[in-house]
């Protein structure tokens, strides 16, 4: 894979994750069958990338597995507050609320991991406010809108933990494993309740949640982890940065859900934190490498 093609590839994986809102929505299936499906179809595609990638597959110890199992759970929750996300509020606003996960992990590294917040990264906590604010057509907790973006912070924020427990796991496990034995978690925590109505799941209900799986978590991760092999991982980060921006975009042109310019100014603000977050995490990683070379 050389550089253009693996840009192609981290556009493309871009593109399936922005399509996670559009797809959810088309499946009619409540949340619970959703995020089940979509973690054993992931499991599947996953597996098959795991059997032909090179060093995808390393023993695990018990404290790994612990982690794992708690990422799991984490992702599983994630999962299910934002396609409640979409079903209340729609696309637009579930994929907005969840972008602010940059600025909680700003707040949560500080807590957790006792680092200082620097002065750049309080800023971004502030564009992540403020883009919220105008993503927010009110303040009516009774009302769709504002219980949807109340959803989908709560998903930004268990991704922002997932973030955090996948850092803390060891480094050598690879990526494809930890997703892959993450999503049997989750498969795991919501076959209690998926299972009752799996009869009942329309076909095509199985068919986007099949694309959910397999595009937009097996083949978008395995794209991602590809391309890191030759594109920087600063660059990677601002790419799929471009995630709401693709699926406000979908959104719109399969349902017509047209964002106001209060929400497009909004969700401008939110992605601009996201590239900034992304740039300082990289400017970090490669202080630190330079740190310890020298």
Request: proline share 4%; hydrophobic share 60%; charged share 10%.
């Amino acid at each position: 894979m050389n550089h253009r093609t693996a840009l192609g590839a981290l556009h493309i994986g871009a593109l399936f994750f922005g399509l996670t809102g559009v797809l959810g929505k088309l499946a009619q299936a409540a949340p619970s069958i959703i995020v089940f499906g979509r973690a054993v179809f992931a499991v599947l595609a996953l597996g098959l990338f795991a059997r032909f990638a090179q060093k995808a597959w390393q023993p695990l110890q018990a404290q790994d597995w612990s982690r794992l199992l708690l990422g799991g759970v984490l992702l599983a929750g994630h999962w299910v507050s934002f396609f409640l996300a979409v079903k209340v509020a729609g696309v637009a606003i579930a994929t907005l609320g969840f972008a602010s996960f940059p600025a909680f992990t700003v707040i949560l590294e500080s807590l957790l991991f006792r680092e200082r917040i620097r002065s750049n990264e309080i800023i971004l906590v502030l564009l992540v406010s403020i883009g919220l604010i105008l993503v927010t057509p009110d303040f009516d907790l009774a009302s769709q809108a504002t219980g949807g973006l109340l959803w989908s912070l709560l998903s930004g924020l268990l991704f922002s933990l997932l973030s955090l427990t996948n850092r803390a796991s060891s480094p050598r496990i690879p990526a494809v494993q930890a997703a892959l034995c993450q999503n049997a978690v989750v498969a795991l925590c919501l076959l209690p309740a998926a299972a009752p109505a799996l009869t009942e799941v329309a076909a095509m209900d199985w068919l986007w949640i099949g694309l959910l799986g397999v595009f937009c978590t097996g083949v978008a991760h395995s794209l991602f982890v590809a391309s890191l092999a030759v594109i920087k991982a600063r660059t990677a980060a601002v790419v799929f940065a471009l995630e709401p921006v693709y699926g406000i975009a979908l959104a719109w042109l399969i349902f017509a859900e047209a964002p106001t310019p209060r929400m497009l100014l909004g969700g401008a603000l939110i992605i601009l934190a996201i590239i900034i977050s992304s740039r300082l995490a990289a400017s970090t990683q490669a202080n630190k490498a330079a740190t310890v070379e020298g």
